[in-house]
C-alpha cells in the first residue's frame, strides 16, 4: 500500500518542476492542434477522393493520427519522473526520507498515473473534438462520441497513454538520465513507422506484434490481433519494464 504522504511528496516534486507542467499543458495542446490539423487534412483527402476511395475512408483513424505524436510527449512525462531526480541530485535523500526503493518506485508510478490519466484523458477528447469537429464542418464524414469505434478510443486511449507514461518512467529508472531515457523512447515509439521499408517477415512482427504498435492499431481496429491479445501484449510489456525498473533499482547505487 502506498503512503499517503509519499503521494504527497511526490506530487510536490512533480508540481515544483517547471518542465512537468510545461510538458502535460504541450502534450494536451500539440494534441488538440494535431486533431484539428488532420481533420483539415483528412477532410481535404475526402474532397478529391475517388468513390472506392470515399468508401475506405475511416474518418476515426484519419483524424487521430495525432496520437503518434502525443505518445511521444506523454512518454516523456514518465520519464521526468524518475530521471529529474538523478539530474538534480536529491535521489540519495529522497531514498533516506522513504526507507523502501519499492515504496519509492511504488510512489512515483502511483503518481505518473495520477498525472498521466488527466493529461491523457484531456489530449484524446480534444483531439477526438477537433478532428471529427473540422471533418463534418467540411462536409466530410465523421464519428459522432456513440460510435463503438469512438467509445473504444475516448475511453481507451487515455489509458494507452497513461501506460506509455509509466514506460517512460520505467526508461527513467534504468538508464537514470533524461536525454538518455527520452532518445531511447522516442526511437522505440518511431521505429515502427519505419516497418514497411523492413523486409517481409519483420516488418510483419513490428506492424503486428511490436507492443506500443499493437495498442494503438487496436484502438483503430486496424489490428490483425484480437484486440484483448494486443492490450495484452502492451501491457504486459510495460509490466516487465517496471519490473526491469524495479530490480536495477533495488540493486544499485542512487
Known amino acids: 500500500m502506498i503512503a499517503a504522504g509519499a503521494l504527497r511528496a511526490e506530487w510536490t516534486k512533480f508540481s515544483s518542476i517547471r518542465a512537468t507542467m510545461v510538458l502535460s499543458l504541450a502534450t494536451v495542446v500539440v494534441s488538440g492542434l494535431f486533431g484539428w490539423l488532420f481533420g483539415n487534412a483528412a477532410a481535404g483527402d475526402y474532397a478529391i477522393a475517388t468513390p472506392q476511395e470515399r468508401l475506405d475512408f475511416d474518418p476515426l483513424a484519419a483524424g487521430m493520427r495525432g496520437i503518434f505524436i502525443g505518445q511521444l510527449l506523454i512518454s516523456a512525462l514518465g ?3 524518475a530521471s529529474s531526480e538523478y539530474g538534480s541530485g ?117 506492424e503486428n506484434y511490436w507492443p506500443s504498435t499493437a495498442a494503438l492499431q487496436a484502438l483503430y ?12 501484449l502492451f501491457v504486459t510489456f510495460v509490466a516487465i519494464m517496471l519490473i526491469a525498473a524495479f530490480v536495477k533499482f533495488n540493486h544499485r547505487d542512487a
Open 79 to 81: 520519464v521526468l519522473v
Open 90 to 206: 536529491t535521489m540519495h535523500a529522497t531514498l533516506a526520507a522513504a526507507g523502501r526503493r519499492g515504496r519509492l518506485l511504488a510512489a512515483k508510478a502511483a503518481i505518473t498515473v495520477l498525472t498521466a490519466l488527466p493529461v491523457s484523458v484531456a489530449s484524446v477528447w480534444l483531439m477526438y473534438t477537433l478532428s471529427q469537429s473540422t471533418l463534418a464542418a467540411s462536409g466530410a464524414p465523421s464519428v459522432m462520441p456513440g460510435d463503438p469505434a469512438a467509445l473504444a478510443m475516448l475511453l481507451l486511449g487515455p489509458v494507452v497513454l497513461a501506460l506509455l507514461a509509466l514506460f517512460g518512467l520505467a526508461l527513467g529508472f534504468l538508464l537514470r538520465g533524461t536525454a538518455a531515457a527520452v532518445n531511447v523512447s522516442t526511437a522505440f515509439l518511431l521505429l515502427p513507422t519505419l516497418a514497411s521499408s523492413s523486409p517481409g517477415i519483420l516488418r510483419d512482427l513490428i
Open 221 to 232: 481496429g486496424t489490428t490483425e490481433l484480437p484486440p484483448v491479445a494486443a492490450f495484452g
